[in-house]
């Protein structure tokens, strides 16, 4: 297993998870009757925010669309760092070790507050980078 595919199947992994992740949030139906409580009162109580007017809602899908977006910036960032493996591993630095301790942190966060199928995809990416970032740490100038 080279850092480079790696690299690119945590790339793959990444944006399959901010497809799932976009897919979740913005499809999620409330299975109970508190659940449909709390859904309708996110998207009709009314904050005063700047200028605007936002709902609890609103807020939700503006942060779920941000984490889509960050999900498919690692994607780029991993498949970018694939390439720099592959014609100059030297220039990834510390990057690749900084990049793994994110994924670290996103399999704690996912555990904590999430199901499963984020934990998972979490962990996949982590041991991807990782095991990427350790390979290219032994590659010699």
């Given at each position: 297993?080279?850092a ?32 449909v409580?709390?859904?309708d ?23 779920g ?11 780029y ?9 592959q014609?100059?591993p ?27 199928p984020?934990v ?8 991807c ?13």
């Amino acid at each position: 297993m080279t850092a480079t595919l790696l690299y690119r199947i945590a790339a793959v992994v990444f944006v399959l998870f901010a497809a799932g992740h976009t897919v979740g949030f913005l499809k999620f139906k409330p299975a109970n009757a508190e659940g449909v409580a709390v859904h309708d009162a996110m998207n009709t109580v009314r904050l005063h925010v700047g200028s605007g007017k936002l709902t609890y809602g609103d807020f939700y899908r503006g942060f779920g669309l941000f984490c889509t977006l960050y999900l498919l910036f690692a994607a780029y960032l991993a498949w970018f760092l694939g390439g720099l493996a592959q014609n100059n591993p030297q220039a990834i630095g510390a990057l690749g070790w900084v990049f793994f301790m994110l994924q670290l942190a996103s399999i704690i966060v996912s555990w904590i507050y999430f199901l499963p199928p984020p934990v998972i995809l979490s962990a996949l990416v982590a041991v991807c980078t990782g095991w990427a970032a350790w390979l290219v740490s032994a590659v010699k100038p």
